[in-house]
């Protein structure tokens, strides 16, 4: 068993498997209590412990992940644990979040002698359960060895893009193409069965052609059979990544950020809706459209 001690916050669908892979890796895991307990409970029957409180987290581990739901939860948790970071301590955010909250916890931990990196994933829970995550690291160069060896536990790809921040900078990158894939094929599919085209031909064409994308092969095929649940993402934190993406393209390139906005404020409409706790995939469901 590794000596490292691990604190992890936030373990629902995508921190669950993430904190599995490091107890399977010897890593001893403290968990902080969260909301649904049966991963928890699952956790802890798998050799995890429970920390009452953040601070008592923070002060009994070496390495501290968290995997929270959106930016203003990372500057949350922040303010209830910043002082408690002491030299050497290493925090690995693998949240979804804005690249200048990374920033701006880099630089207030490197003033204590201790580590951040933001370090998001691409995947979904069943890849963080069986370790095939996508990482995608910011930190300082000197460090990223160490976060490799860490994130590795649940990643098959790891990849450094930059200083802190960058790792969330790339992911709103990726997401941006993705969802923004899926919200195009959605009103593709929902036009082609109006009009009365063949969609499962228009399926095959598209992956034979240049259309063809992972977003593709991964929802297309299961709503073609009626199943609209192949990807376990909500429309709530697909419009919540899409508004951070739009934020940073309209920040370094102001002309570009027009199609970032309209997908951004179409899967707002639909959280605004009462479609937030749907899963992306439904765009394709007729019954939805």
């Not at 029957?45 to 601070?55: H, N, R």
């Not at 969802?179 to 082609?192: E, H, I, R, S």
């Not at 508004?243 to 309209?250: G, P, S």
Request: glycine share 8%; proline share 3%.
């Amino acid at each position: 068993m590794s000596s490292q001690r691990i604190g992890f916050v936030g373990v629902g669908l995508m921190g669950s498997g993430m904190a599995s892979c490091l107890l399977a890796d010897g890593y001893s895991v403290s968990l902080l209590a969260h909301k649904n307990r049966a991963p928890v409970e699952r956790l802890i029957a798998q050799g995890a412990s429970e920390a009452p409180d953040p601070a008592t987290l923070v002060q009994s581990c070496d390495v501290v992940f968290t995997c929270l739901p959106n930016a203003e939860a990372v500057e949350a948790f922040a303010g209830q644990v910043l002082t408690q970071f002491r030299h050497g301590q290493i925090w690995i955010d693998t949240s979804t979040s804005r690249p200048e909250v990374s920033e701006a916890m880099a630089e207030r931990l490197q003033a204590r002698g201790a580590i951040f990196a933001d370090a998001p994933v691409t995947g979904g829970p069943e890849q963080a359960q069986e370790g095939s995550l996508s990482s995608l690291v910011g930190c300082a160069e000197q460090h990223f060895s160490a976060i490799e060896t860490f994130v590795g536990s649940y990643s098959k790809l790891v990849r450094r893009f930059g200083e802190a921040g960058r790792g969330h900078a790339a992911k709103l990158l990726n997401n941006l193409v993705s969802q923004g894939t899926a919200v195009l094929l959605a009103d593709a599919f929902q036009c082609a069965r109006k009009t009365g085209v063949d969609s499962h031909a228009l399926f095959e064409i598209m992956m034979a052609g240049a259309a063809r994308s992972g977003t593709l092969e991964k929802t297309v095929p299961e709503a073609l059979e009626g199943r609209f649940d192949s990807s376990k993402f909500t429309i709530r934190n697909s419009a919540k990544d899409l508004r951070y993406a739009r934020d940073l393209v309209n920040s370094v390139a102001p002309e570009r950020t027009a199609l970032a906005g309209v997908i951004a404020d179409r899967l707002s409409d639909l959280e605004t809706r009462g479609r937030g706790n749907d899963y992306v995939s439904t765009l394709l469901d007729p019954e939805k459209s």
